[in-house]
């Protein structure tokens, strides 16, 4: 196989992610974990979710097409005081989700999905901490794909 799909693509597309996302955050109110973090969420939330996520995941520049950045998306997440039950409870509603919205279930796609999910909720938390700054240069939105992101001892 020479043309290897994303992982955006193998997830089903924008429907799919905007389908995730959509169901997700209708439960959030609910969860007793969840509903303090996003209770004055803005009815476009799952839409901007999806967008970042889609391009993260190799899709078309949705959301930063639409003005969102990687800095933006960082400076949300500053001063919230995230929680590790927060995060965790995130990460396992979102895969509950994943099932009911049926997205891929093969192990190398759900290899892959939760390596960024985590990845990403676990940057949320550090930078939803005290006295963390916003980015004073414009970082790169992250990229997912497929093979192992490397590691924090890996040099440049």
């Known amino acids: 196989m020479t043309d290897i799909p994303?992982?955006?693509?193998?997830?089903?597309?924008?429907?799919?992610?905007?389908?995730?996302?959509?169901?997700f955050y209708a439960k959030v109110p609910g969860?007793?974990?969840?509903?303090?973090?996003?209770?004055?969420m803005d009815?476009?939330?799952?839409?901007?979710?999806?967008?970042?996520v889609g391009e993260v995941l190799g899709?078309?520049?949705?959301?930063?097409s639409a003005g969102g950045s990687h800095a933006g998306m960082i400076g949300?997440?500053?001063?919230?005081?995230?929680?590790?039950?927060?995060?965790?409870?995130?990460?396992?509603?979102m895969l509950e989700t994943a099932d009911e919205v049926g997205l891929p279930d093969d192990p190398e796609f759900r290899a892959a999905f939760v390596g960024y999910l985590e990845w990403g909720t676990r940057l949320a938390v550090i930078n939803s901490a005290e006295g963390v700054e916003a980015p004073k240069d414009n970082p790169p939105?992250?990229?997912?794909?497929?093979g192992p992101p490397g590691g924090p001892f890996i040099s440049g």
Not at 6 to 23: K, N, R
Not at 31 to 40: E, K, M, N, R, S
Not at 59 to 64: F, L, V
């Open 141 to 146: 939105m992250p990229s997912w794909n497929w």
């Open 59 to 64: 899709g078309p520049k949705a959301y930063t």
């Open 6 to 23: 994303t992982l955006y693509d193998w997830a089903g597309g924008a429907e799919a992610l905007l389908a995730l996302t959509t169901a």
């Open 76 to 93: 949300h997440h500053l001063g919230r005081h995230l929680t590790e039950p927060q995060r965790k409870r995130w990460v396992g509603l």
């Open 31 to 40: 969860d007793p974990v969840l509903a303090p973090i996003f209770a004055h």
């Open 43 to 52: 009815n476009e939330h799952p839409q901007h979710v999806a967008a970042f």
